[in-house]
């Protein structure tokens, strides 16, 4: 019996040995990759809160002086209207608290209260005064002086408040009251044009100047009225200042500056195809061609739109314009919140444009369109009148010629002098045109569809649209107008929209933010953007 319990146990602890010693020879000979893991270790991502934007041919950085367009983009950054602009074409309130369109000709501006100058006086209507009244001696020489050309007079109401007198109604003069405020006291006693303080007037905005020497260095205004709602990750903006494109160029490839603007059509020429990011926005060209429907045979509407379906603006823009305009389908770009729900949907399809003439009378018959119109053959023929100094529309006309043609409908192609030219859109004694405008910031169509328009185009109910939308506030009733007019429009094809300019802004990898420029604000939301 003991030999029996001595056996036991010496199994038992043979089996606590060859335990102990498994144990302890898989810990000690694990794979070395086991027991060497390294463990995770986040990299920080340096942000750097500055940023560095580069201005060309330098003249002043008081807004309203300079003509710069770089300025003028930064300038928004430093100084602010009475009402701006967002990036769907809205008016919204900065400075202002409120206006009212008191009759057609005036309007009453209310000011916010709590606005300080970077300099810590307070923003009054005398401010407001004393900015038109520059702007009005100011005339053509500066980039503003056609927002007040209608002003006749300014009266300061009360410290907040300032009435606008105009000689003649404006439509949506509200649009037009987007210029850059200055300090009446800032400059009190000085000689505006020619004052050393124009190196560094003072705004109201979120950025104001701290140094102005070779590069202008902007700094975050701690005092900003606004800035309880802001979301700054940027404190400082460095413009450096060049003399020419190219060396902004060469700037840029070499990492010494941020980002650039351009209007050059094909700006991998310049700075090839990688390396950088691109946002293209609407810039403020549009062109078109303009029927003259009194013309007897483009008094006829199925003409105007036969000839809309024949016309490929995607080929212009891609051959004549290497890709750096975009397609027009009507005057309002697409962004555009009173054209967005109601957007002309452009295709180009020869059949429905045959479809059209046939239905009108016009027969096809050995590559030409005939009809027969009080016992005379009328053969379908048009001349197109282009400015000669032009060399795009040149082209774009010797475009249209050819789909025309190959169509059947024979253009002839009249190149004249800008004073020919000038004289033939005054006096509208032509059968087409290819015109252009530059386009305005408001919503206003009597351009093209109101009195004495281009196109001498006349229909009684667009007309009553353009008298009852220029008094409208409501949104939803607003866009009910215009999409009427819209469908007036494609109804009636008194012009050919053909395309837009486009603008780009190019910037670094290394700046992270949304980007998303408009005409109004390149910079839009630059406030939230940083490096790393």
């Known amino acids: 019996m003991k030999s029996n319990v001595t056996k036991y146990l010496f199994i038992i602890i043979v089996i606590s040995l060859l335990i102990t010693a498994g144990y302890y020879i898989y810990h000690t000979q694990k794979p070395k990759e086991e027991k060497a893991l390294p463990q995770e270790t986040e990299e920080e991502i340096e942000i750097i809160t500055n940023l560095r934007l580069p201005v060309v041919a330098f003249d002043t950085i008081n807004p309203i002086l300079s003509k710069n367009q770089n300025i003028q983009d930064i300038s928004r950054l430093i100084y602010e209207p009475l ?28 000011l916010k209260e709590d606005v300080k100058w970077q300099d810590g006086h307070l923003l009054t209507a005398k401010d407001v005064q004393f900015t038109i009244d520059r702007l009005k001696e100011l005339g053509g020489n500066s980039i503003y002086a056609y927002n007040v050309e209608k002003v006749n007079g300014v009266e300061v109401i009360d410290n907040t408040t300032i009435k606008i007198n105009l000689s003649e109604e404006v439509p949506f003069f509200e649009y037009y009251l987007t210029f850059p405020i200055l300090s ?16 560094a007037p003072v705004g109201t905005g979120r950025f104001k100047i701290a140094s102005h020497n070779e590069k202008i260095v902007l700094q975050k205004n701690q005092t900003w009225w606004n800035r309880e709602e802001e979301e700054s990750k940027l404190e400082e903006i460095q413009i450096i200042k060049y003399q020419n494109m190219g060396e902004v160029y060469n700037a840029f490839k070499i990492g010494n500056i941020d980002m650039f603007t351009t209007k050059t ?145 024979t253009i002839t192609i009249r190149k004249v002098s800008d004073a020919q030219y000038q004289s033939y859109l005054q006096n509208k004694n032509y059968d087409m045109i290819l ?98």
């Open 265 to 409: 059509l094909q700006i991998e020429d310049y700075i090839g195809t990688i390396g950088y990011h691109k946002k293209e926005y609407y810039g403020e060209m549009l062109d078109y061609l303009s029927f003259n429907c009194k013309n007897s045979v483009l008094a006829n509407t199925e003409v105007r739109k036969a000839i809309s379906y024949i016309i490929d603006k995607e080929n212009i823009v891609g051959t004549i314009y290497r890709g750096g305009y975009n397609v027009a389908n009507f005057s309002l770009e697409d962004e555009n919140y009173l054209y967005q729900n109601k957007k002309v949907e452009y295709e180009r399809n020869h059949e429905m444009a045959r479809t059209i003439l046939e239905q009108a009378g016009w027969v096809y018959n050995q590559k030409a369109w005939y009809r027969v119109k009080n016992y005379r053959t009328e053969r379908l023929r048009l001349d197109l009148i282009v400015s000669s100094s032009n060399e795009n529309r040149v082209q774009v006309a010797e475009n249209l010629k050819q789909v025309l043609g190959d169509f059947g409908i």
């Open 184 to 199: 009446n006291v800032y400059y009190l006693n000085e000689d505006f044009v020619n004052t050393a303080k124009n190196s």
């Open 83 to 110: 009402l701006t602009i967002t990036s769907d074409n809205r008016i919204e309130l900065c400075l202002a608290k409120e206006w009212s369109k008191q009759s057609e000709t005036s309007y009453v501006v209310k």
């Open 435 to 532: 015109t252009g405008v530059n386009r305005g910031i408001a919503p206003d169509l009597s351009t093209y569809f109101g009195q004495n328009n281009i196109a001498n185009f006349v229909n009684e109910e667009m007309i009553n649209l353009l008298k009852e939308v220029k008094d409208i506030r409501e949104e939803t009733i607003l866009k009910e107008k215009y999409n009427r007019m819209i469908e007036i429009y494609q109804e009636q094809m008194p012009y050919i929209f053909l395309y837009h300019n486009k603008q780009t802004l190019v910037y670094s990898p290394n700046v992270i933010g949304d980007v998303n420029p408009n005409r109004y604000n390149v910079y839009e939301g630059i406030e939230t953007w940083y490096r790393q």
